[in-house]
């Protein structure tokens, strides 16, 4: 079946930094790309998604990578700010459409 | 409202007894999904419904856990005889405009303690 991976459990920045999270999936029919923010005790948060008709999409110092060639997606923070701390999760939908399948968090740790 | 709704926030059984978890969608969100999150880091799909029909529940382990969206009544998820690896945080979502949309919105957790 569908997976979807990432490829660091954490990590750490400093404030101001540009943080990348990446992300790995393995259907190629993918069409849709989901990324979501957990903060500590609550459900994920929705940032930005992509088409995989785009190779790219930016949000308000978010910005999405999309390389379907080998399957791989990125999310980009820009100037990252201690309330970018959290669980940053990629998620795409199961090959029978019918829910979204989540990939491995990563936490982000910003130190100021 | 405008947000998903889940109760309680916290829930504590002893090994055997059943836990009973609920979900108000929000108003006009026809779709419900159902997550376990065991680790912080990864979520399982566990059930989805449309309206009140069962959509998807090929992640649900089916001996011991049930699920229900009535109309006029909060979902609900049920688990019959606890065991320790149930011992969980169980999110629900809910969407208007299908499962793969982005429109999923998601309720704060029921933590499941298992003792």
Known sequence: GESVGLHLPTLSVQEGDNSIINCAYSNSASDYFIWYKQESGKGPQFIIDIRSNMDKRQGQRVTVLLNKTVKHLSLQIAATQPGDSAVYFCAVPNQAGTALIFGKGTTLSVSS | ?115
């Open chain 2, 1 to 115: 409202g405008e947000e998903v709704a889940q109760t309680p926030k916290h829930l504590v059984r002893g090994e055997g007894q059943k836990a009973k978890l609920y979900c108000a969608p929000i108003k006009g969100h026809s779709y419900v999904f159902w997550y376990q999150q065991v680790l912080k880091n990864e979520f399982k799909f566990l059930i989805s419904f449309q309206n009140e029909n069962v959509f998807d529940e090929t992640g649900m382990p089916k001996e011991r856990f049930s699920a229900k969206c009535l109309p006029n009544s909060p979902c609900s998820l049920e688990i019959q005889a606890t065991k320790l690896e149930d011992s969980a945080v169980y999110f629900c979502a809910s969407s208007q405009l299908g499962p793969t949309s982005i429109g999923y919105t998601f309720g704060s957790g029921t933590r499941l303690t298992v003792v």
